[in-house]
């Protein structure tokens, strides 16, 4: 391996890393991919290498690896037995929140640091271990230059209209306002475009990233103009273990008549809802799609409805549509997810080919389609890489 570039993406209980050489050019070449997880509970590393075969499988107690830090070295441990000899250039990490003025990567200085610290109220369960895996770079590493991409830069784009909330406008300048996420699975879906489907990068696109978090982005000239999630990831589709959108009359009505604390109502929110609440049995969409019972076929409805309903919206900020575009675990991996979808969708001008869409082929629509649907697969690990590449300028 020549140079390296290590990307982080820290959790609240995992920390998954993946390493790409920098070849000539600066093209990027994934050598490596896994993650840390259980921390605080049962920690594990499990890694591949770049052709996929298994690198390692870990397992220690509870104290050896109990946070980020550790972590941290246990993967230091392994690349170092893995490509000894090679250095690392520099470490790109995703970060949840830019807060209202960040609309690009951010090289990691002290101050920096002090700016990213004030988001931390805007994303609690998030941000603060997106800084712990920051710092502890720092501290085993010092010399090496760490990059900041944003889930939340790419969405910067939209217009004040957009970001709005109908509060009392002070509460838009104190920081309430839509930022959207997922930032960086749009911005590489829209890199993407004009390789896999020029017909339609510059066009009005409407992108569904459906994975355990799940949202939708409307697209113009590959630029964001309106997505589903809001102040929180917890707008907008339904999710795993997210109920998405909801009257805040709902939370009003849990906090003052049902005598919920607001750390109960945070935990239903973030834990609770979703497919899994809604089903009762799980919240992966495959575990639902076998199930027979009627809650699962339920929740799925339900999750397709809600897709529906936010697809004309979008829809109608962008003017009409010229193609959807489906990615992440179930929108990249579900036949029956994108066919239900597109079914409801036939009267955007959606005609969905079967037979595509069983293979996942990347065009899923018919030749005729009016409206044309893709699959697209995401790559959240490459666009931090290729963002950290170009800041540090290899
Ligand atoms: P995240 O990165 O947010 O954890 P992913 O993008 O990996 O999530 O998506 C996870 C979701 O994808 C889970 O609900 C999982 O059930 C679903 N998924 C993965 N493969 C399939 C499949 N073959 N069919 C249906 N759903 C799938």
Redesign the pocket.
């Known amino acids: 391996m020549g140079q390296g570039i290590l990307v982080l993406n820290a959790g609240s209980s995992s920390l998954k890393f993946s390493v790409f050489e920098v070849g000539a050019g600066g093209a990027l070449q994934a050598m490596a991919v896994g993650q840390v997880e259980g921390l605080g509970t049962a920690p594990r590393l499990k890694a591949k290498g770049a052709d996929g075969g298994v690198i390692a499988d870990q397992s220690w107690t509870t104290s050896d690896v109990a946070n980020h830090g550790q972590a941290l070295q246990e993967i230091a441990t392994l690349l170092r037995s893995r490509f000894s000899g090679q250095e690392l250039a520099g470490v790109g990490h995703r970060v949840v929140h830019g807060g209202p003025n960040y609309s690009a990567p951010l090289l990691i200085t002290p101050e920096a640091m002090d700016t990213l610290e004030t988001f931390v109220p805007l994303a609690p369960l998030h941000q603060p271990h997106n800084l712990a895996a920051i710092r502890a770079v720092q501290e085993a590493r010092p010399e090496l230059p760490q990059v900041a991409c944003f889930d939340t830069a790419f969405h910067r784009t939209q217009d004040e209209v957009a970001q709005l909330y109908g509060l009392p406008y002070e509460y838009f300048e104190r920081g309430i306002r839509r930022y959207g996420f997922h930032g960086l699975s749009y911005e590489y879906i829209a890199a993407t475009l004009p390789e896999v489907a020029p017909e339609i990068a510059a066009g009005r696109v409407v992108v569904a990233?459906?994975?355990?978090?799940a949202s939708m982005c409307a697209m113009h000239h590959g630029r964001s103009v309106g997505s589903s999630m809001g102040f929180t990831a917890l707008d907008g589709l339904l999710m795993?273990t997210r109920p998405g959108n909801l009257d805040p009359g709902i939370i009003l009505y849990l906090l003052q008549q049902e005598g919920m604390s607001a750390r109960d109502v945070e935990n239903m929110l973030y834990k609770r809802s979703g497919?899994l609440g809604l089903s009762g049995i799980g919240?992966?969409?495959?575990?639902?799609?076998e199930s027979d019972a009627p809650r699962a076929r339920l929740a799925i409805d339900h999750f397709v409805y809600r897709i529906s309903r936010e697809l004309g919206g979008l829809a109608a900020v962008l003017g009409g549509i010229d193609a959807f575009v489906f990615t992440?675990?179930?929108?990249?991996?579900?036949?029956?997810?994108r066919r239900l979808v597109c079914e409801q969708a036939k009267w955007l001008g959606i005609d969905l080919d079967a037979a595509a869409n069983e293979q996942a082929g990347q065009r899923i629509s018919s030749v005729g389609s009016k409206v044309s649907a893709w699959v697209v697969p995401?790559n959240e690990e490459l666009m931090i890489a290729r963002h950290t590449c170009k800041l540090l300028g290899l």
């Open positions: 990233h459906l994975g355990s978090g795993g497919l919240n992966d969409m495959r575990v639902l799609q992440a675990g179930i929108g990249e991996n579900s036949a029956h997810i995401t």
